[in-house]
């Protein structure tokens, strides 16, 4: 179902969106050999349903919580290194040769059950030369990370071994879902880069984002993905 439209002629929500992205403009990433830019995205900025899904989540959440709902964003890396640039993002699997948009690994979304058909799957894209859909409405991007070649090439290294649990779940016990945001804080904290200046913008979210914090953390500290008492 579409958005509903307003007096103009535009859908309510897309001026939010705009408006935001317009508070809170991209800009053009610095030039740099060796580089790690993160963009924040509007949650569904370019699919109604999963934007409609997602308003729907944080409204609930805030509510169990008694705050404000906030703005939900999704988070994405564009990598510069030896092998020139690449896009690092988790997405629904798509129709076509997984190799031509740099997917690297893929797991069930919502239950293992489900996960044996192709709508029911994320993949993890680590793309040479790729794009970043709705890159036109991030906001506050890209944060630039890092510019240290070996934090780059950490974070790389990674992402052959990122964790594929079930989206949507905690089967790894990190007190919150595993999902796109998970990821990213999962490769940015392992790559060695710091996360403590890491926020999503003013009055948004990452839903996800601590359950990579907390994975990561647990194996740099020598322990496995999921605690012995899990």
Do not use: K
């Not at 690449?86 to 239950?111: F, H, K, Q, Y």
């Amino acid at each position: 179902m579409n958005a509903p439209v307003g007096e103009q002629g535009h859908s309510p929500v897309r001026s939010e969106l705009r408006s935001a992205a317009n508070a809170h403009p991209a800009r053009s990433a610095p030039t740099a050999v060796h580089a790690v830019d993160l963009y924040w995205l509007p949650l569904g900025a370019g699919a109604s349903v999963v934007r409609f899904n997602g308003r729907v989540y944080e409204v609930l959440h805030a509510a169990a919580h008694r705050r404000r709902p906030a703005d939900l964003y999704h988070a994405a890396l564009e990598v510069r290194g030896p092998d020139g640039r690449l896009i690092i993002e988790l997405t629904p699997v798509a129709a076509g040769d997984p190799a031509s948009r740099g997917a690297v690994c893929s797991g069930p979304v919502g239950s293992r059950w489900l996960g044996r058909f192709r709508h029911f799957r994320y993949e993890l894209h680590c793309w040479r030369n790729g794009t970043i859909p709705d890159v036109d409405q991030a906001v506050a991007s890209p944060h630039r990370l890092t510019e240290d070649p070996q934090r780059v090439s950490n974070l790389l290294d990674a992402v052959a071994t990122t964790p594929t649990p079930v989206w949507g779940r905690d089967e790894l016990h990190a007190g919150e879902m595993w999902n796109s945001n998970s990821v990213i804080a999962w490769l940015i904290t392992r790559a060695g880069i710091p996360t403590g200046p890491v926020h999503p913008p003013p009055n948004g979210r990452a839903p996800g984002w601590s359950a990579g914090l907390i994975v990561a953390h647990r194996q740099q500290h020598g322990g496995s993905m999921v605690p012995a008492d899990g």
